[in-house]
Structure formats: C-alpha cells, structure tokens
C-alpha cells in the first residue's frame, strides 16, 4: 500500500525557507519540496541533474549563460556542472527531483545549505481540510 502525498500541500505547510524536505523517494532519486524566498546561492552539482518543478509562484534560475523564468506548472533541468542560483523575489513553492548524492548548495556550503539528515526530517502531518 502506497502513501498519497500532495507535494503543494506539504510545501505549503513549510515553515522554513530554503529547507527542501524530502517527501518520496523513486530508485535513486528523492523527491523534495521546499518554500523559497530571495537568492540561495551560486553552486553547482558536479555529477548530478537537478530538476525544479513550481508548484506555486515564480522561479528565476540564475546561470553564467543567462536565466530561465520559470511560473507556475512549468520544470527545468539545470544540468550537472552547471553553475546556477535560484531566485524567487516572492515566495515560491517548488518541488525537486535529485538524485540521493546530490548535496543542497553542491560545491559551496553557506547559512542556508542543509544537510541531507535535515532534508529527511519527518514532515509534520497534515490535516486535510473538511468540506
């Protein structure tokens, strides 16, 4: 038996920002939310994808070529290697897709990289509304 999850509810229900949460895992990958708001940090994942998917607001993906923009329902894969900054001038709800390798702020670590342990720190349970 499977666990249904609403990747919009959980991040939603985030009280932190910049703290991605992991909320399944498929083979090798975990699949994370996470509330942002402002610049994390310039980085990069040498070995791994990272693909972004909005749930709710506006993305701006910072890379040395240029920026992708990115609104709600829309995804994008920033490729290993490459340098990039995510930005939301208003808060954002996002959901990622990771390979379990991957560290949060890659090459660089600042006040606003978590580690793994903290990613998979049970998620508060959520009380579905009543109609």
């Known amino acids: 038996m499977s666990n249904i999850t609403s990747p919009k509810q959980v991040a939603a229900s985030l009280t932190e920002l910049w703290s991605p949460r992991v909320v399944a895992e ?5 699949i994370k939310v996470a509330k942002v708001h402002g610049s994390l940090a310039w980085h990069s994942h040498e070995n791994e994808d990272e693909l972004f998917l909005i749930l709710k607001g506006h993305l701006r993906i910072e890379m040395e070529e240029g920026a992708v923009e990115l609104k709600e329902g ?8 490459v340098r990039h900054n995510p930005v939301a001038e208003q808060e ?3 959901m990622l897709i990771e390979r379990k390798t991957t560290l949060h702020t890659g ?3 600042t006040e606003k990289t978590r580690s793994l342990d903290e990613q ?3 998620l508060e349970r959520l009380v579905n509304p009543v109609d």
């Open 26 to 30: 498929v083979d090798d990958a975990y």
């Open 74 to 81: 829309e995804m994008f894969v920033v490729p290993k290697g």
């Open 92 to 94: 954002c709800h996002l």
């Open 107 to 109: 090459d660089v670590v």
């Open 120 to 122: 998979l720190r049970p």
